[in-house]
């Protein structure tokens, strides 16, 4: 089957038809879109670079949007911050750096809860207690009072000389494993109902292996849910990297996010500079809803129970 082949198909399915007559859906996916494509071709859109020390005047601090700079007669259009940077460019680099921990950290955790979750489900006995009970255990905590646990852990293991280079790796990792129990509970539930029908007891007969059985057989039938909560936990995870990054245990000062950008206006919000707060925390708020959104129509259109 070619790609043309696959493209018509996908074209002419109800998944297409449903996506075209959801507005709500639309709308999110091209909020997405938009962000997502403006944070990669970021170095071609942005005036500026913002996090470059060589191009930054000190001089054009505090400009209000739209307006001209009353010493160097510069306009910008969404103002700069504190340090004279152009908010329009940072917060296309910042997206970059809260997109790239979101999508790592929804790895880490997609891939860590998936397997665990086939684990616990297939192998079951004193195995599936464990796992459960240790994402038991973690269930009692807010996801975001682990990550920063990981985080302050993770760092304190580290050299002093490697903490800012390996800050986003620790970074990804914390939140990755803040967030793996929901893939676990979920894949681990169609998983024990899986491993229960016929076609999983013709391949035991054939003499697969566990391992073969959890892979080639019913992980492709329970990827369904994995891709709804995938799509919710890439908003949480945004959304907790920009609180830890908000609280100064997140992102370097050098590789800032939305986070860091949104913690360093809220300290002139008072005081009139209003701009530099409120456009990166909108744009965070576009960036999480939109996902959410996507998130919530995903779910309705792959469980059948809601058609």
């Known amino acids: 089957m070619g790609k043309g082949d696959i493209m018509n198909r996908f ?11 959801a507005p709500v859906a639309l709308i999110s996916f091209c909020v997405v879109l938009i962000l997502v494509l403006s944070a990669v071709f970021a170095q071609f859109i942005a005036p500026t670079n913002p996090f470059d020390p060589a191009s930054l005047e000190l001089m054009n601090g505090f400009t209000p949007p739209l307006e001209a700079n009353m010493f160097t007669g510069e306009v910008f259009l969404l103002g700069t911050d504190d340090q004279g940077r152009d908010l329009f460019s940072a917060i296309l680099y910042g997206l ?16 860590l809860g998936v ?9 079951g006995g004193w195995l599936d207690n464990l796992i459960m009970r240790l994402a038991d255990i973690q269930m009692t905590f807010p996801s975001i009072l682990i990550a920063m646990l990981i985080f302050g ?30 893939f676990a509970r979920t894949v681990r539930g169609s998983t024990m109902v ?8 013709a391949a035991r007969l054939i003499g697969l292996n566990r391992w073969q059985i959890m892979i080639r057989h019913i992980l492709p039938n329970v990827l369904g849910p994995v891709l709804v909560i995938a799509t919710i936990t890439f908003a949480l995870a ?5 609180t830890l990054s908000f609280l100064g245990v997140g992102a370097p000062p050098t590789e800032p996010s939305l986070g860091t950008l949104i913690r360093v206006g809220q300290d002139y919000l008072f005081s009139g ?23 919530d129509w995903l779910r309705d259109t792959l469980n059948p129970r809601l058609k």
């Open 238 to 242: 945004i959304i907790a990297e920009a």
């Open 153 to 182: 852990v993770a760092r304190g293991l580290l050299p002093p000389e490697l903490r800012y280079e390996m800050a986003i790796t620790v970074l990804i990792i914390s939140i990755g494993l803040s967030e793996w129990v929901p």
């Open 96 to 111: 970059r750096i809260s997109l790239f921990v979101g999508l790592m950290a929804v790895t880490l955790a997609m891939v």
């Open 194 to 201: 899986e491993k229960e029908k016929e076609y999983i007891a």
């Open 273 to 295: 500079e209003w701009w530099i707060l409120l456009f990166p925390a909108l744009t965070l708020l576009a960036l999480a809803l939109a996902v959410n959104l996507l998130g």
């Open 11 to 21: 074209l002419d399915s109800d998944f297409f038809h449903d996506f075209l007559r």
């Open 115 to 123: 397997m665990l979750g086939l684990i616990a489900g297939y192998v």
